[in-house]
């Protein structure tokens, strides 16, 4: 399913998204109608709307084509609202912009996802604090990892130091706190809301060096929720940590919004 402005989109409307390649984006878990943290992603749509447009986002708007494209949905699915200008020219991208509203559709994994296995790739995003779709580099960076017989990239910079995943945040446990690498980082809504029902919570620098000396590390992201990693680079790790399910629980208990 796709809808641009609350109407079926047209293919000649998805050029410039696909040509240009310039907006910014937000998915979004929807089980029965609701999503946890949606005010955090619409905050996070009006945020980069300013950023990368100069422009202003109707967060009520947003919300209202999001419900209706949802309208006949029951089932769990992932949402996806990206906002672009169909108009940008990829000559003359300087002018004043207007920015479209896309909503989209997959189905949703069930949760609790399997563990996975990634690989360590140096990797710095442009403007990462924005959730843009110049998704190049990190799917360069995933097919690398899965060409390697791993199932994801984790990124490092250019001093060993972890930032995130392809897609995903990434968290350690060091036996008392959940840690949270610091850094050039784009920091995910379901990232925040642990950090906010997670009391024993640190946000520091990370480095390779130090993976051996964590308990446990997992991944998170909207869609999988808290996925273990049981293999970073040659370093084992177990995939059946008791904080894997505390934290879960935690996440659970977040109430969601009615969309």
């Given at each position: 399913m796709a809808e641009l402005n609350g109407a079926l989109v047209s293919p000649d409307a998805l050029q410039a998204l696909g040509l240009v390649n310039y907006g910014h984006f937000t998915s979004m878990r929807v089980e029965g109608q609701r999503i946890r943290g949606l005010s955090h992603h619409l905050d996070r749509l009006v945020r980069d709307c300013r950023l990368i447009f100069a422009a202003e986002l109707d967060r009520e708007r947003v919300r209202d084509y999001v419900r209706h494209a949802l309208r006949d949905v029951q089932a769990s699915i992932i949402v996806r609202v990206t906002v672009f200008d169909p108009d940008l020219e990829l000559g003359h991208p300087g002018g004043v912009a207007h920015p479209h509203v896309l909503v989209t559709t997959r189905p949703a994994a069930p949760l609790p996802p399997s563990p996975m296995r990634v690989q360590t790739v140096g990797y710095e995003r442009d403007l990462p604090a924005v959730k843009h779709v110049g998704l190049f580099g990190a799917m360069l960076g995933r097919r690398k990892a899965q060409l390697a017989?791993?199932?994801?990239?984790?990124?490092?910079?250019?001093?060993?130091?972890?930032?995130?995943?392809?897609?995903?945040?990434?968290?350690?446990?060091?036996?008392?706190?959940?840690?949270?690498?610091?850094?050039?980082?784009?920091?995910?809504?379901?990232?925040?809301?642990?950090?906010?029902?997670?009391?024993?919570?640190?946000?520091?620098?990370?480095?390779?060096?130090?993976?051996?000396?964590?308990?446990?590390?997992?991944?998170?992201?909207?869609?999988?929720?808290?996925?273990?990693?049981?293999?970073?680079?040659?370093?084992?790790?177990?995939?059946?940590?008791?904080?894997?399910?505390?934290?879960?629980?935690?996440?659970?208990?977040?109430?969601?919004?009615?969309?």
């Open positions: 017989r791993f199932d994801d990239a984790l990124f490092v910079d250019s001093t060993s130091f972890i930032t995130e995943g392809a897609t995903w945040n990434i968290g350690f446990y060091d036996g008392e706190r959940v840690v949270w690498p610091s850094g050039d980082i784009l920091m995910g809504v379901t990232m925040r809301l642990l950090q906010q029902v997670h009391d024993r919570t640190v946000t520091v620098p990370v480095n390779i060096g130090d993976i051996p000396r964590m308990q446990a590390a997992f991944a998170t992201n909207t869609s999988i929720g808290v996925r273990p990693i049981t293999g970073i680079d040659d370093t084992a790790l177990p995939g059946d940590h008791p904080i894997f399910e505390i934290l879960r629980k935690e996440y659970e208990e977040i109430p969601a919004e009615t969309i």
